[in-house]
Structure formats: structure tokens, C-alpha cells
């Protein structure tokens, strides 16, 4: 196989498949930990009724949510409304599952990797719009939300697609604006290079993450992340407990999987967003990629192993996402959920003000201090 | 950029920009725009314009094509018969649309090539940093300008969308 | 063959040209406008391609404007057809030609 075929056609396909792959993967598992975790909050025991033909002497909840819901999802008959638009409403399950995956690719999860000869960035795909690329997904997840309701001929669904939208295109501009602070505050839009820059410490014992820099922006963009996805406390589009699915009311079997899987791939997507901006991506604490182990108060640093320094910093992503994704679910099952207008004011008169101030300030720190790079 | 790239994105996004002009369904137009621009900032992407493809897609496809999904949604349009209403009057905006692309195109391929270039693209082309430096160097009024027609816009469409008393006091039971 | 400028334009001239019939035979107002839209983006091609084509960065810069423009003119443009369709109850183009009936 030739250089230039192996470095710029399959390196990067290969990458990008295990990314979406793992996204994937993960949105399932999610599910299961969200059972599972919020059966621990609420002191129940939570999903534990699986066996296989009975062969297993115990309850497998992990076999039931993993392997048999979605065969049981994909296997299910899947009505078309009558009346409805048949092509819009095969397609609005695919237009709100695409963005959500593909959002991952631009994350970074780890440093570089020698491979014959040449290195290769654990990056899907090297964008130098980065975080721009990020923020237009999120604007491309408003259709799916859109077209869902209107084309499931039924009135209700159609309100709760609305609102939905309505939510959706609010929070993104709240984000939209810190997501500007940081990009001002980082001087690049590629993200690799806003890790990169996260190396080192902050005031000679913390690790030099974007949190302890920028705390407000943190805030805006992790709960306006929430926002977006529709999750509790924000998810009057689709309350389980209140309408029935909301916009995807009409939607049964596959369809409907992929709504629940788009809904858990937009959190991860958000645990990633905000891991990369503020919590230093795939930096490990006290650990520099060509040192080694330095931690404050130790000389000189214990040198490691390239390889070993890699395995740990993807680790060290994998649990940062892993870490946010949990606090979603636990956010989920503690706050009750706002009402639409109580949503909106917050959202208008709320986030976006302060995204605003912050991102002065922001521009005023940078003027007498000088930004990150 | 190859030819294995340029006809197949050509060709869909020509087959979808006819989607938009033929199809009866209002919502089905809005979705061969969108698919048109998304194609479009794929080729921005391969024409070294990387700002300009995220903007493409944040602001014509996420921002724009959704303001329009709200509007045929909020309207309730039905399909009409799409080009069937008047057929004949059709066929002759197709015949005289047809001339003027065939002529347009014609004009196109009488185009000299700019002689091929000594060097390559200069440095960063595209990116972000390059075009923001003329954003506020060279077009700096110009830019100012737009921040206050976006204002202008918003407060506008605000007034004209916004319903009147007598029409908020008709109530559920009017007309 | 390599792909050239001349390709890049003749896509833009197709589309433009697609656009206009759009413009001149729908009689659904929002498809016009939506037939306009794809005029504005077949002129950022053209832009795009001749900034490429050239190596300078005056034809992204004025693609930069002509989003904007274009994002306020659909605001307004919007709210001027929910205007519109609230006192005619139509969005026909044919229907609403008179200004008084």
C-alpha cells in the first residue's frame, strides 16, 4: 500500500470509524447506566430481568438493555401515519441521529502516534474550524426535531416539534456566544491545539485547564449542552411523564431507536465539547507527553514510556466523557424540569446576557493579560 | 480537486436544485435546499475556504433553511400542483430558462483560465485568521455596516410579524 | 482532466439559471423566495471559485457579505410572507397581484 494512500485515505477512515463506532457503542451503554443509575437514586433496584432461554441462574439487566431493546427496537413494525409525508418522516430520524455522531470526529482523544515513521494525530479528522464545525452540527440537529412532528400528521406532535425547535435554535445561540469566548480566549478554533495548550499548571500546583480560567463559560455552554439535547430539566418536548413522546409520538421500532440514540450520542457529544474546552481533553494531570511524571514538589520528572503516556491520556478523555456523561444522567434524575416560559426567559434573558458579559470581560482580560497561546 | 469528486457533487446538487424548483411539497423545496447547500460547502471545503463552509452551514443551512421549515410549518401549506397549475406558461419558463442557461453556460466556457500559478496558494488561504484580518482591515466599514442591518432586520421582521391588537382581541371564535 | 475555473462556473451558471426558472414559474410565494436563496448561493460559488482560482481573498470576503445580506433579507423576507398570509389567507403569487379587489 502506498504512503500517501495509507496516510490520507485509510488512517484517517479508520480513525473516523472507531470514533463513530465508539459513539455508538456508548449512546447504548448509556442507556443502561441511566437505568441503572437512576434506580439507584430513586433506592430501587432498577432493569435486572434478563436471562438468556433461562440459562443463566441469575437477572442480567446489562443483556437485556445492551443486546435485546434494540434487536427488539430494530425488529418492530414501523407505521407511517396516514396522511402523513412517508419520505420526511422516514428521513427525520436519520437528520437527528447524523449530527449527533458525527460530532465526535473533530474531538481530539489523545496526543500523537508514531507510525512508520510518520506521526499521526489521534484526531478523526484535523480540522483548523474546529469548534465552528462543532457549533454547525449542533445547528443541523434542529431538523430532525422539526420535520419530525410536522410529519407525523398529528397536531400534538407537531407543538411538541416546535417548541422543541424553538429550544433548540435559543440555547445554540447562549452557546454559540461563550462558545466565542473561548475561542477568543484560546486564539485558535482547532481544538487539538486548545488541549495542547492546557498543558502544564496554573498557579504551580493545579493543572492548567480552561475551567479555572473561564467558570462562566463552563456553565453556559454545559447547561445550554443540556438544553440542546433535551434532556431534564429541559425536556418539555418530549416529558415522559406528561405527552406521550412528544415530537416523536408517531414513530415506533427503528425509527424511534434512533431518536433514543441520537438523544444519548447528543450528550456524549456534549460531555466531549466541554472535556476538550475546559478540562484539559486528554491532558493528564501532572503528566507532559515527551517528560513524563511530574508532580509539583518532585524535582525532575519520572520519565515514562511514549506509549504508556498515550494509553493513559486516552484513558484519561475516556473517563473525562465518561465523568460528564454521568453527571447528565445524575442531573436528570434530581432537578424536576422547567416549564416552557420559565425555559425561554431563562434561555433569552438569562444565558444570553451573561454569555455576552462574559464574553467582554473575556476581551478585556485578554487585552491587559494577553489570551493562552 | 479530482474529477472522481466534482461530477458526482455537480450532479447532485444540480438534481437537488431541481427538486427545489419541481417538487409540490413545500417541505420537500425547503429539504433539496438544504441538501444543495450542504453539498455546497463541501466544494467551499475543497476550494480552500474553510470559514466560509462552517458559515455555510451555520448560518444558510441551520439558521435560514430552519427559519423557512418554521414558516411553511407554522403556515400549514399544503402541496399544490407544483409546475402543473399552468402548464403552458411553465413550459415556456422552462423553454426561456433553458435558453438562458445553455447561453450562460456557453459564456462560462468562453472564459480564459487564469494562466496556472507560479506558487501555490499563498499561506492559510481561507482560514479563519486571514479572512477576519480583512474582515477589520480592509472591510471594515462595510462589516460595521452588516452589524447594523442585522439589527435593523431583526427589529423589523419583529414588527412585521407581530400581530395587532384588533387582530389578538378577535379570539379563538374569530374568524 | 483537471477541474479548472470553467468547471466551477459552468455549475454556478446551471444553478443560477435553475434558480431564475424557479423564480418565474412557481406560483408558491416561499418557493420564489426559497428559488432566490439558490440564485444567492450559486454567486458564492462563482466567488469562491474565482478566489481559489485566483489566490485572492477579495471573493471569500464578499461571500462573507452576501451571507449576511442574505440571512437578514430571509428575516425580513419571512415576516413580510406571515404578514402577508395573515390579510390574504393565500401565499399564491397570481392571488395576491391586486392591490385592491
Known sequence: MSDALLFDWVIPGLKSFIVIFMVLNLAAVLLWIERKGSALIQNRVGANRASILGILPFNVGFLNTLVADPLKLFTKEEFVPDGADKFVHSIAPFLALFPAVVTMVAVPFGDTVEIMGRTVELQAVRLDVGVLYVSALVSMGVFGVALAGWASNNRWALLGSIRGSAQMISYELAMGVALVSMILFFGTLDLQAMVRQQAGLFLGVLPNWGIFYQPVAFIIIFTAGIAESKRVPFDLPECESELIAGYFTEYSGGKQASFMLADFAESVMVAGLVTTLFFGGWQVPYVTSGQGLQLPGMASPLVLPALAVTLMQVGTFMIKVLFFCWLQILIRWTVPRFRYDQLMNLGWKGMVPIALANLILTALGILLWGDMA | MSPFLFYPLATMSVIFALSVVLAKSPVRSALGLVAVMAILAVQFAFLQAHLLAALQIIVYAGAIMVLFLFVITLLNLESDRGIGEKPKLSAIGFGAGAVVAGGLALAMLGVVEPAARAVALPEGFGTTAVLARQMFNRYFVAFELTSILLLVAVVGSVVLAKRTAAENSEGVTGA | ?101
Open chain 3, 1 to 101: 482532466m483537471t477541474i479548472g475555473l470553467v468547471h466551477w462556473l459552468v455549475l454556478s451558471a446551471l444553478l443560477m439559471a435553475i434558480g431564475a426558472i424557479g423564480v418565474v414559474v412557481r406560483r408558491n410565494v416561499l418557493i420564489i423566495f426559497m428559488s432566490i436563496e439558490l440564485m444567492l448561493n450559486a454567486a458564492n460559488l462563482a466567488f469562491v471559485a474565482g478566489a481559489h482560482s485566483l489566490g485572492l481573498m477579495h471573493g471569500q470576503s464578499i461571500v462573507f457579505f452576501v451571507m449576511t445580506v442574505a440571512a437578514a433579507e430571509a428575516a425580513v423576507g419571512l415576516a413580510v410572507i406571515l404578514a402577508l398570509f395573515r390579510n390574504r389567507q393565500t401565499v399564491a403569487a397570481d392571488e395576491i397581484a391586486l392591490l385592491k379587489w
